[in-house]
């Protein structure tokens, strides 16, 4: 993708003593806050950092901005069955420099929650810096669009097989191997356009194998979670 | 011009190869059972006032349901199989289409060649003269090769496709899968697999899949995009294997390539003050020089 095609894009990076390194995306919502995916928060907040602004993880650019994470808040429903993660969500508090969180810039936006539902079928998008065909990690951002696929179609036995709750959706193709989100995506956001804005409408969560056929990405439906990230927002603001 | 023309050639050359080896089935009225074993009616004490298993017709396809107590089994005709005649048979498991391909037939013998030209029926093995009678259409000229078999036809404007069949109004329109033109050639340049190949049995998009009419998918092999994909598409052979491309066909004019990007003017970017009040806006440009 070219830089600033998805402003609310945040790579996720551990502190390392030498390098960081990214290993998740997640997503601008509030200049202080960005959602991600509950399992992948492993690391206290100290171990952390979030970059927005990214295109290129291997460079040092002018567009970027890098903040430490003040507190992290996994969904205390979130669990894992069976190598499955349900309720994955987690909210970032990002710790402001200089009085301020993100700054708004061409490259550094928020995205829309929506309080609504897309059909079936909608073409929406993924981005990240996940694992291709060739690499472990991308480091440049890519992105691929997608079509939302209905509960029933991806919960029959010939895909997930009723493995998919109502914190889950799936998107991609059932039918033949497309662009998928992989390893290092997880977090990422998959939005939606209405209106000509852009909506976040799932989070990278988990999938069997990547761009198989009948098993397509499955992502955490941030419609399910909006009441639960808005009470939190609200309490931590106060 | 030349490495244009082998290259389009090489594109379409592959030979046959048996890929089915499963022993052969039953060949005519398949009987299959439904799922409740033997015992079950006995230890459950099933009455006879137990429901018609074949009440809610089972038997897709026109397969006939034959009652057996409290379970049913479809006899299914031709080239169906399978516990509600839901599946169709391999009828190509003994045929062999040299230059060609093996299609599925719902009518006797319920296989058929489909021969790349110049090949003929009935197996593929013997080629005529590939530019005599012209195959080329729209006044196509057809130019042979050294290679006894090949051609390649030179389209008058604005005709093109291998056989100059493809006119300039053979377009799709915003709804992909509304497409129902003639083009059969994917952007690699391979020929098209018929939907009703013996190759896409397997594949849950084939001309006997549910609404396949619908969807326009027949027993041919033109582009279609049955999963309103962002253009028609078709399954090609490649290397042995089945795989899918999009088709070498352009969007009706009017009809502008899809774009994930919004048609109106970017936001203007909001004040330091005002900072993040608009959501999901980006604000670059929608299309890129490449």
Redesign the interface.
């Given at each position: 993708t070219?830089?600033?095609?998805?402003?609310?894009m945040a790579s996720l990076q551990m502190k390392t003593s030498k390098r960081n390194r990214h290993f998740c995306g997640g997503v601008l919502?509030?200049?202080c806050w960005v959602l991600t995916a509950g399992h992948c928060i492993e690391q206290p907040a100290e171990n952390l950092q979030v970059v927005l602004g990214k295109q290129n993880l291997k460079k040092r650019e002018h567009q970027e901005q890098i903040f430490d994470v003040e507190k992290i808040i996994v969904h205390s429903k979130y669990k894992e069955k069976d190598g499955i993660p349900h309720n994955d969500i987690a909210l970032l508090k990002l710790k402001p420099v200089d009085g301020h969180c993100?700054?708004?810039t061409?490259y550094v936006?928020?995205?829309?929650?929506p309080d609504f539902f897309f059909p079936a079928?909608t073409?929406c998008?993924i981005s990240g810096w996940g694992a291709t065909e060739t690499d472990e990690v991308s480091r440049q951002l890519l992105d691929a669009?997608v079509?939302l696929i209905s509960q029933r179609k991806c919960n029959s036995p010939t895909a997930y097989d009723h493995v998919l709750d109502e914190s889950m959706f799936c998107a991609g193709?059932?039918?033949?191997p497309r662009a998928d989100s992989c390893q290092g995506d997880s977090g990422g956001p998959l939005?939606c356009?209405e209106n000509?804005?852009?909506?976040v409408y799932g989070l990278v969560s988990w999938g069997d194998g990547c761009g198989l056929k009948n098993k397509p990405g499955v992502y955490t439906q941030v419609t399910t979670f909006l009441s639960w990230i808005k009470s939190k927002i609200r309490s931590e603001s106060r | 011009s030349f490495l244009a023309d082998l290259l389009r050639d090489e594109a379409d050359e592959y030979e046959y190869y048996d890929e089915y080896t499963q022993p052969e089935q039953e060949p005519f009225l398949q009987q299959q059972f439904s799922e409740d074993p033997d015992w079950f009616e006995s230890f459950f004490g099933y009455s006879d006032t137990k429901k018609d298993p074949c009440s809610s017709n089972p038997c897709k396809n026109n397969g006939e349901c034959e009652n057996r107590g409290s379970r049913f089994s479809c006899l299914c005709p031709e080239p169906y199989a399978g516990t509600t005649c839901e599946k169709v048979k391999n009828m190509c498991l003994e045929k062999r289409c040299h230059r060609g391909d093996c299609l599925i037939t719902l009518t006797p013998p319920y296989f058929q060649c489909s021969c790349n030209h110049p090949y003929n029926s009935p197996d593929c093995r013997q080629a005529s003269s590939p530019c005599r009678p012209n195959p080329c259409k729209n006044g196509g000229t057809c130019i042979r090769h050294r290679i006894r078999s090949k051609f390649t036809c030179e389209c008058p404007e604005p005709f093109r496709g291998r056989f100059c069949e493809i006119g300039p109004d053979d377009c799709y329109g915003e709804a992909s899968s509304e497409y129902r033109g003639k083009v059969n050639q994917a952007a690699n340049g391979k020929t098209c697999l018929h939907w009703n190949s013996h190759l896409l049995l397997d594949?849950?998009?084939n001309a006997f899949m549910e609404d396949a009419d619908a969807y326009g998918i027949g027993e041919h092999n033109f582009c279609r995009s049955p999963?309103?994909d962002?253009k028609p598409w078709c399954y090609i052979r490649k290397n042995h294997k089945v795989e899918?491309d999009f088709c070498d066909i352009s969007p009706c004019s009017g009809t502008a390539e899809?774009s994930?990007w919004?048609?109106?003017s970017p936001t203007d970017?909001?004040g330091s003050n005002e900072?993040?009040k608009?959501?999901?806006?980006?604000?670059?440009q929608r299309t890129?020089k490449r």
């Open positions: 070219t830089a600033g095609k998805h402003p609310w919502i509030k200049p993100a700054v708004e061409k936006k928020t995205v829309c929650l079928g073409d998008f669009n079509k193709n059932l039918q033949r939005t356009i000509g804005s852009y909506y | 594949y849950t998009i999963d309103e962002e899918w899809e994930p919004p048609t109106d970017p909001p900072m993040f608009i959501c999901g806006q980006p604000e670059i890129v």
